[in-house]
């Protein structure tokens, strides 16, 4: 099963850390209204034209986000759910160390067995009445999330292989 090293921040700010072997780790920032601040390390693979690729320090995980875009992708290696599942979110904004984004609740994922869905719909109804999202990020929100449904299920790249791709040379990288 992946593991996935993360803690919760209650508005404090986190310093760069360092691995043991010298890389840099990058921290990700995932607001939940109202649930609070998710914060995950990651480490920069590359910047190219898909965006900027993060690779978890612990567990086979694989990120994928643009401040350009309102989604991030997360490749998830699970061994009980293997899956590439998509936050539908505000753009997401470059950090002094690292990264951050407004998670707006929509989730559409596939799933190994090739069923794709759109997860989370309750909550981002609750969030819709409650305020927590305002309504031109919810219109925005459900046409990114039924783009994003229809890129998965027609296996548009960067959507298709490409994440399992790099995930696979990550871990064989870090096994030698």
């Known amino acids: 099963m992946a593991e996935l090293s993360f803690?919760?921040?209650?508005g404090r700010s986190c310093e760069k850390a360092m691995?043991?072997?010298?890389r840099s780790v990058?921290?990700?920032r995932k607001i939940k209204r109202p649930g609070g601040v998710f914060v995950y390390d990651f480490q920069l693979v590359v910047e190219?034209?898909?965006?900027v690729w993060l690779h978890a320090e612990r567990g086979d995980v694989l990120l994928?986000?643009?401040?350009?875009?309102?989604?991030v992708a997360w490749w998830v290696d699970d061994t009980d759910d293997r899956r590439l599942g998509i936050d539908i979110c505000l753009a997401p904004e470059r950090k002094h160390d690292g990264w951050s984004y407004v998670d707006l609740e929509l989730d559409p994922?596939?799933?190994e067995s090739g069923m794709t869905e759109?997860?989370?719909s309750d909550e981002f109804a609750d969030a819709c009445r409650s305020g927590w999202i305002r309504p031109e990020d919810a219109r925005r929100a459900h046409e990114t999330a039924l783009a994003m449904e229809t890129a998965l299920r027609n296996r548009e790249e960067p959507l298709c292989d490409e994440g399992w791709r790099r995930l696979a040379v990550l871990h064989?990288?870090?096994i030698l």
């Open 109 to 111: 994922v596939r799933h």
């Open 7 to 10: 803690s919760v921040m209650s």
């Open 118 to 120: 759109v997860e989370d």
């Open 172 to 174: 064989e990288r870090d």
């Open 64 to 71: 994928l986000l643009s401040p350009q875009r309102h989604w």
């Open 26 to 28: 990058l921290k990700l």
């Open 48 to 51: 190219d034209d898909f965006g």
């Open 19 to 22: 691995n043991p072997d010298g």
